[in-house]
């Protein structure tokens, strides 16, 4: 059965291809997703700076969660990542340098080091001249540095003996170029004596990272070392896994990406579930008279049914094949562009190996497999007689199995809509709202055809009376067609949903995050630093500035409550904003309900009433902090304010957020003006004149650079979804080529009773209106339900937010799609003669 339907495959090139299409294209979707995970999942950093140690020990960014009933052995460890970099003892670099088979132990400290030259800034990161041994780094002239004196990149274009100037931790300091070094590293790097560089660091006594080189037998140095740093809060990196210590963002990356490639990949898995079955099960409609006939000359219902699976997973195997050959370059594209828009480190290597292709190659077949079997159910368990009366019309479309898996499907999709309203809050509400938007699709799509005939008849009036003969024969033939129209309208209502629920579920979440960040921000400006932060004097200057109300220090971080610990608010990072106790009131909007602002000093903290409430704590209480870096800080609670759902934020001293970032110091001054804000601004450019790096910028400019950053999110969402939704387009066209070509004879006989090709374009101009407007109109419905209970939560709207344009083009190109695709397969189709049209297969 198999041969002769690979036989007669050549009279059905336009079935062919467009299946295949549908297969390769979903398989080259899910490779595309795996890809990413498992590049997440291996988070593979080569070491660059590091590349000459064996070892390297770094802080354990990871936290280990308390348990909430210690006495339960059962009960799984959940662990944290830590946002801030946890340094180590210096100390340490002795003990480890005792241990046997270690040849020679550096601990690195590392500061941001900008380069002042030409008015301008170049971005470097300093060391201690001690590390330059760990990439290696070797003097191709001049010495190495002792105090007041650097070692440059031998492609810094400097000279030994020049005189630089390196603006470091708001300071500008004059060094003496002593010597040019060379070694194979992405950063721009500038050595100091080790003087310097524990003073410029900031924070004595404390190293970043130990390099170890090792002699002798590798595994046993480095079981060795790991007894030594037993109990440290101390982390063993070796081999590959030294590039994470470069890149201590690398693990939060890998998660984040880990994240992202699950939720469209199961996205996508499920797109390409749907695709393949709907586009083999209409190619499959198309032969009914074939099977038909087949089934009349005497072939079994089983030899029908292993002829279409066979038919089928033939395709299958090549057009996996192509998939996943195409999904590994496809794939490596959008990591590209991940990485340079910063989502994960540049220096990070995309992997796509066999599994996430043996993966995407299973959804293929799978899916080719149950579709095959689906559609050839039918043809193969009706009687001959009655096959042939139904081949050139489908009426029965209901089933058992469909009613249950449509009943599944809006059951799921009515959990989640409760789900996202009764649980969900903030923006997190968007992790159940995106899945809905597939569940409503797949429950419409099962009960397309009724649906199709209830629109029908609403709309069959109003278009006959508008239309008048093309309306008549377009409602009329849909009408007979309904189950094949139903077919069309699908795809369209599955691209025109899935398009505009997820477009709007980021605009939506954009313009919440923005609308936050706006209530709570009063600063007329922030003056800002490219070289890591400002000076705590300079706070003081700008307060003294004539027309200046206010002034507040700012730093953000992410901590984390270790004490009283609640699973349900400690196990994710909270974002806490540093202040200044003397103008917060007059940069922020936050207003306590309870306590006092002005008493932000020391180690204290400002909650939201629902976290303290959470934690069954209040004013004057005692709670422990861990912070970005690791320590633990126990702070006592100052004030209470109410704070809208999902963006609550903790508000803490400037010195002791700041104190855990690389540079020590708040990036970030925010100045409330009591006069003109423009010669303010004048005053302040004026005063920070000598501080090369330091910027004024306007509200306005905050608010774009915020709503930059929330744009940056939304591009990666936008470009996976703009992949799925890519594909749902090539089901759109696969679709409406298949059900137009298939009727060739029907306009052949059309043509033959008199009609005229341009009766007969007008005729499906009209009947492609019908499915445009019906798969529309069921795709809104779908965005709709999925995007109602999320802007509820979000906005408090029932409508998302974002401009009608989005939708309007959305709407555009399925009518181009739509139109496009039917009149140009019609006109194909018409120019075969009539009389050969009439006796072609169907």
Not at 165 to 190: K, M, N, P, Q, Y
Not at 449 to 469: E, H, N, Q, S
Request: net charge neutral; proline share 4%; glycine share 10%.
């Amino acid at each position: 059965m198999l041969r002769i339907a690979l036989r007669t495959m050549r009279f059905r090139k336009g079935v062919f291809v467009a299946t295949f299409l549908s297969m390769t294209f979903g398989a080259v979707l899910v490779l595309t997703c795996g890809g990413l995970m498992e590049t997440g999942i291996r988070s593979d950093v080569p070491a660059q700076r590091l590349a000459a140690t064996q070892f390297v020990v770094t802080g354990d960014q990871s936290w280990e969660l308390p348990k909430e009933n210690p006495a339960d052995p059962e009960e799984d460890t959940d662990t944290a990542h830590l946002g801030e970099r946890v340094r180590l003892s210096a100390d340490l670099v002795t003990d480890l340098a005792r241990v046997p088979g270690v040849s020679s132990v550096v601990g690195d400290v590392s500061v941001p080091a900008n380069l002042v030259r030409d008015g301008g800034l170049t971005a470097m990161t300093g060391h201690g001249w001690a590390s330059a041994e760990l990439t290696p780094y070797t003097l191709t002239d001049g010495s190495a540095p002792s105090a007041g004196d650097v070692v440059l990149d031998e492609k810094s274009g400097m000279a030994v003996g020049d005189r630089v100037r390196f603006a470091v931790r708001d300071t500008i300091e004059t060094f003496t170029v002593s010597g040019l070094a060379a070694g194979h590293s992405r950063e721009s790097a500038v050595f100091f004596a080790a003087g310097d560089i524990d003073r410029l660091a900031g924070h004595p006594g404390l190293v970043d990272l130990i390099g170890v080189r090792a002699d002798g037998d590798l595994a046993a140095v480095g079981e060795r070392l790991g007894r030594v740093l037993d109990g440290q809060h101390a982390t063993l990196l070796s081999g590959a896994e030294r590039g994470s210590a470069e890149f201590p963002d690398a693990g939060e990356s890998g998660e984040s990406l880990i994240v992202l490639a699950a939720v469209f990949g199961g996205l996508a898995t499920m797109v390409a579930l749907f695709v393949v079955s709907t586009t083999l099960g209409l190619s499959i409609q198309q032969r009914g008279r074939e099977l038909a006939l087949l089934r009349a000359v005497g072939t079994t219902p089983r030899q029908l049914r292993r002829m279409v699976i066979g038919e089928a997973m033939f395709m299958s195997v090549f057009a996996t094949g192509l998939g996943c050959l195409v999904g590994g370059f496809i794939g490596k594209f959008l990591f590209d562009q991940l990485a340079a828009n910063g989502v994960v480190p540049i220096a990070m290597v995309h992997h796509s190996g066999r599994l996430p292709m043996t993966v995407a190659a299973g959804v293929g077949l799978v899916s080719s497999f149950v579709a095959a079997l689906v559609a050839g159910r039918r043809a193969a368990r009706t009687r001959p007689t009655e096959a042939l009366a139904d081949a050139a019309i489908q009426r029965r479309w209901l089933s058992w199995f469909r009613v249950v898996l449509a009943v599944t499907a809006f059951g799921g999709g009515i959990a989640l809509f409760i789900v996202t309203i009764a649980v969900m809050t903030g923006p997190v509400a968007a992790s159940t709202a995106g899945p809905s938007v597939v569940l409503w699709a797949i429950a419409l799509a099962l009960v397309a055809p009724g649906v199709t005939k209830m629109l029908l008849a609403v709309l069959r009036g109003p278009v006959r009376a508008f239309t008048g003969i093309a309306g008549y024969l377009a409602t009329l033939s849909a009408k007979t067609r309904a189950v094949r129209m139903a077919a069309v309208v699908t795809p369209i209502m599955l691209a025109t949903g899935m398009a505009t629920a997820n477009i709007y579920l980021q605009t939506t979440s954009v313009a919440v995050a923005n609308e936050a960040f706006v209530a709570n921000l009063r600063a007329d400006l922030v003056l800002s630093s490219a070289t890591g932060g400002l000076s705590p004097e300079l706070v003081d200057e700008v307060r003294r500035v004539p027309g200046v109300e206010a002034a507040s220090e700012f730093a953000t971080s992410e901590v984390y409550v270790a004490a009283p610990f609640d699973k349900s608010l400690s196990d994710d990072g909270r974002p806490v904003q540093g202040v200044s106790a003397d103008g917060v009131d007059a940069t922020t909007t936050i207003r306590p309900s309870a306590g006092s602002l002005s008493e932000l000093t020391g180690n204290t903290v400002v909650l939201s009433a629902d976290q303290a409430a959470g934690l069954d704590r209040g004013v004057g209480d005692t709670i422990t902090m861990r912070m970005g870096d690791g320590a633990d800080v126990d702070v006592r609670i100052v004030a209470l304010y109410p704070a809208r759902e999902g963006f609550e934020t903790l508000l803490m001293p400037a010195e002791l957020v700041a104190r855990t970032r690389r540079a020590g110091l708040p990036a970030q001054i925010m100045v409330r003006t009591s006069g003109d804000v423009a010669s303010v601004s004048e005053a302040l450019r004026a005063l920070v004149a000598d501080r090369p790096g330091v910027a004024v910028a306007d509200r306005d400019a905050l608010v774009a650079s915020n709503a930059e950053d929330q744009e940056v999110g939304a591009w990666i969402n936008y470009l996976m979804a703009g992949m799925i939704i890519a594909y749902t387009a090539i089901s759109v066209v696969n679709s409406l080529v298949l059900s137009t070509t298939a009727r060739r004879r029907e306009f052949g006989l059309q043509r033959l009773t008199g009609s005229t090709r341009g009766q007969v374009l007008r005729m499906m101009a009209v009947e492609s209106g019908l499915a445009l407007v019906m798969g529309v109109f069921l795709g809104t419905l779908i965005a709709g339900l999925t995007l109602m209970p999320f802007t509820l939560i979000t906005a408090g709207s029932l409508l998302p937010t974002g401009p009608i344009s989005v939708y309007l083009g959305v709407v555009a190109a399925a009518a181009v799609l739509t139109f496009g695709t039917t009149l140009v397969s019609t006109w194909v189709g018409l120019r075969t003669r009539p009389v050969a049209a009439a006796v072609a297969p169907a």
